[in-house]
């Protein structure tokens, strides 16, 4: 057999040996699905795996994973006592099925929660030997997909995901990898190694204000995505700070408690972004307004053991994009829920997201949620995120039901960012410098340009201010003559 070509070191306290020993046969057989939480590591062809997740229940109270019996063969002769073939048949062993949605969605939901350094790299099932090898590859290799597609990762091009499965008769476990593009499984080597308390933890405060011009068909979901995508230009272009030192490629770090990074971001124009085309282009129409994003995000990345410290610094940037999607989507869910519930009048998500730009007439603004840190696994944090209306205790209920986290841990948690981030709808002209607010009563945007709108009323100002500069020269002249003439007489 060929070499793998990626190994995987697996945390001893991943979650193998947490669910026991089975009970019963194949009729009672036990199955399981979960996600495998880690690193695919892009400086070596190592996956790192620091836990394993259960799947719960769907809302019906349905397992994610169940067995599905094995269709009797066709081609199977009867026995010789006139006995039908159905006893060749009940030796096959059932096939696994997944609800597969509940799984992305389940996928979805902890990535939100990992920090820089953390994400979902693949499944596991826990199963017999004999049922794992009857499901088509086909099958396992789709999950796998669908999984991946729905936690994407910012500024990442992995095309691999890997594949436990936990076999308790016999009792051993197995690691494969998934290639995205064929759906090919292929093996991959495993031990076990302690990994999570070995992580460097590099932590960051990203202060963040930009301004983007809003045109009035833009959706909400948009106007927020189109900021947010300004942003990761600005943060994929910044300079490092490590304790103090600007990052170097040769950089090397001995001490091991927490490392401070601080991010330079280039600096930028006095005009906010898109003012200066759009004064200079006045074919623009229907520009609503401008949208002042503003606020900031306390990230946190971990690296793992032989990582080189350009991963770090990459995945707390990406930590910080991820963290700024997440609270699109989570005001997004909650507005698409209390739509279905008809809760419109009691729901800030839900006006936000029906907010029509072109009909403000007054700055409107509207808070993010806030990030806060939980206490997870040998000294590490997961995340999660809090609106105006809800505390700690409601982050706790979601971590128990999302991540099995099961300790009690309210007086541990983490409130890194005071306030929350903003964003705020303010009118065009009281924006861009040199303008009064006065232009507002004046022609529409649609109209053309403002130089032309108000090109009568300039042209008008100048030539009086012209005639009135001659006027006052000309009596200047008729002054300083009367009074040379007298003199002239004289002499």
Not at 35 to 46: F, P, Q
Not at 54 to 70: F, K, Q, V
């Amino acid at each position: 057999m060929e070499r793998p070509e990626r190994a995987a070191l697996v945390e001893p306290e991943a979650g193998v040996d947490n669910h026991g020993d089975p009970e019963g046969g194949e009729e009672g057989e036990e199955r399981q699905v979960g996600l495998v939480v880690g690193k695919l590591s892009a400086s070596s062809d190592r996956a790192l795996v620091y836990s394993l997740l259960p799947t719960p229940p769907t809302d019906a109270g349905e397992p994610a994973c169940s067995l599905r019996a094995a269709a009797p063969s066709a081609g199977k002769a009867k026995s010789k006592g006139g006995k039908g073939g159905a006893g060749a048949s009940n030796d096959a062993p059932p096939t696994l099925q997944f609800d597969v949605d509940w799984v992305a969605e389940h996928a979805r939901q902890v990535s939100r929660m990992l920090l820089g350094g953390m994400s979902v790299i693949g499944i596991y099932i826990w199963s017999s030997e004999g049922s794992f090898k009857a499901t088509p590859s086909a099958v396992l290799s789709q999950v796998i997909r669908v999984v991946s597609q729905s936690v994407p990762w910012y500024g990442s091009d992995f095309d691999e995901r890997l594949l436990l499965h936990l076999s308790y008769s016999p009792r051993r476990w197995a690691c494969r990898i998934c290639e995205m593009a064929s759906g090919s499984l292929r093996p991959c080597d495993f031990k076990y190694s302690k990994l999570l308390a070995s992580l460097q933890t590099f932590r960051c405060t990203y202060n963040f204000e930009t301004r983007l011009t809003v045109v009035q068909a833009e959706p909400f979901k948009k106007v927020i995505s189109k900021a947010i995508s300004h942003l990761t230009k600005e943060v994929q272009n910044a300079k490092a700070l490590i304790d103090g030192d600007l990052f170097s490629d040769d950089m090397t770090i001995t001490s091991d408690g927490p490392h401070e990074v601080d991010l330079l971001v280039p600096f930028k124009n006095n005009l906010p972004a898109g003012v200066s085309a759009y004064t200079k282009e006045c074919s623009l129409e229907g520009v609503a307004g401008l949208l002042l994003f503003a606020g900031s995000v306390s990230a946190l990345a971990y690296l793992g053991p032989k990582e080189s410290i350009s991963e770090a610094i990459s995945d707390l940037k990406g930590d910080i994009i991820a963290s700024l999607r997440s609270r699109l989507d989570i005001i997004l869910d909650e507005a698409d829920d209390d739509s279905t519930t008809n809760d419109m009048e009691n729901s800030p998500s839900q006006k936000v997201t029906q907010v029509n730009f072109h009909e403000l007439r007054e700055p409107y603004s509207f808070s993010f949620p806030r990030r806060i840190l939980i206490p997870w696994l040998a000294g590490s944090y997961i995340c999660d995120y809090l609106q105006q209306s809800e505390t700690t205790k409601d982050a706790m209920e979601r971590c128990k039901e999302v991540i099995s986290l099961e300790t009690e841990v309210d007086s541990s948690v983490i409130e890194p960012e005071t306030a929350a981030s903003t964003a705020t709808l303010e009118s065009f002209w009281d924006v861009v410098p040199g303008a009064s607010s006065r232009a507002r009563a004046g022609p529409s945007l649609k109209d053309g340009c403002p130089e032309q709108a108000t090109g009568s009323r300039r042209t008008q100002g100048n030539s009086f201010s012209i005639l009135a500069a001659l006027f006052v020269l000309l009596v200047a002249l008729l002054v300083g003559f009367m009074f040379a003439f007298p003199a002239n007489s004289k002499t």
